[in-house]
């Protein structure tokens, strides 16, 4: 297993947004722009998490904490680990500091969602105590 570092993402520069923009086409086919970088590294409601091996980001995940009238509730988004550095337990890194976090700040629930044909990554979820919800999600585009 190669080394790598889970760092909060809080200082954005030119080889934090190439690596972003070279790493989330592996999750999703929504362009990211520097600004959006900057605003997930900054909101106080978001901690952006990189895995960085060698200098780069090989790995992220968000993890956004709302307080809401029943509790902090937190959901976990775009996790991805590059498909070169993928098996040395990166995403399982990443998604534990997040959970750490969530708990130490008070979150009564953490959520996160996922395709039905990522069946790697749900065996990851479920191992780390993620259960399948009886929901339905719902999604407008407005």
Same mark, same amino acid.
């Given at each position: 297993m190669t080394d790598f570092e889970i @760092? !909060? /993402?809080d200082q954005v520069d030119d080889v934090l947004v190439a690596d972003v923009k070279a790493l989330l086409p592996q999750l999703s086919s929504a362009e990211v722009s520097r600004? @959006? !970088?900057e605003r997930c590294a900054t909101a106080p409601e978001i901690t952006l998490y990189a895995a /960085?091996?060698?200098g780069h980001v090989v790995g992220l995940t968000t993890l956004v904490l709302l307080p809401q009238l029943t509790g902090v509730r937190g959901h976990i988004e775009d996790v991805v680990v590059d498909e070169g550095h993928r098996g040395q337990g990166i995403a399982r890194a990443l998604l534990s500091t997040a959970i750490d976090r969530a708990r130490v700040l008070g979150a009564r629930t953490l959520d996160l969602t996922s395709r039905p044909s990522r069946q790697?990554?749900?065996r990851l979820y479920e191992g780390l105590g993620f259960v399948t919800r009886d929901t339905d999600v719902m999604r407008l585009v407005p």
């Open positions: @760092t !909060i /993402v600004e @959006t !970088i /960085v091996q060698d790697n990554a749900h």
